[in-house]
């Protein structure tokens, strides 16, 4: 059975970026979506403030180039008003990432990847940052 990983923002822009020294990482974790060796996911909204991000960088054609190709390796969940709901009660201090905490819930999610693993302290799922993921302390 795959496992079924979530992944945050910043592991997103790490690798549309190049971000060093962290696109690596990131690279190779969202190449085990490509491959099918996991199954991966991501959220609308994420899709929505990575385009808002790439669009100042790299322009709005390349910021949809990459997100069409992204499209086409991890799954896109929808964040609806339950998830909001729960976001706003929860005891996160950082209400985006409660939003992505609690759509990856409806996976369920294996893991979260994000370099933000303090954001996640409240965090019901396993969060791992992409160079534990890959460095074989998960897989």
Not at 71 to 78: C, I, K, R, S
Not at 94 to 114: R, V
């Amino acid at each position: 059975m795959a496992v079924n990983v979530f992944f945050d923002t910043d592991v997103i822009l790490d690798v549309a970026t190049a971000r060093e020294p962290f696109c690596d990482f990131a690279a190779k974790s969202l190449s085990l979506a490509e491959t099918g060796k996991i199954k991966g996911f991501t959220s609308a909204t994420i899709f929505i403030n990575v385009f808002y991000v790439l669009r100042k960088l790299i322009g709005r054609d390349k910021a949809l180039l990459f997100l069409r190709d992204l499209e086409l390796v991890l799954t896109v969940l929808p964040t609806d008003g339950k998830m909001v709901h729960n976001a706003l009660y929860s005891a996160f201090s950082d209400f985006e990432d409660a939003t992505q905490h609690f759509t990856a819930l409806q996976i369920p999610a294996d893991f979260i990847l994000t370099r933000n693993t303090s954001d996640y302290k409240e965090s019901a799922i396993p969060v791992r940052t992409p160079e534990d993921f890959i460095g074989g302390r998960v897989l």
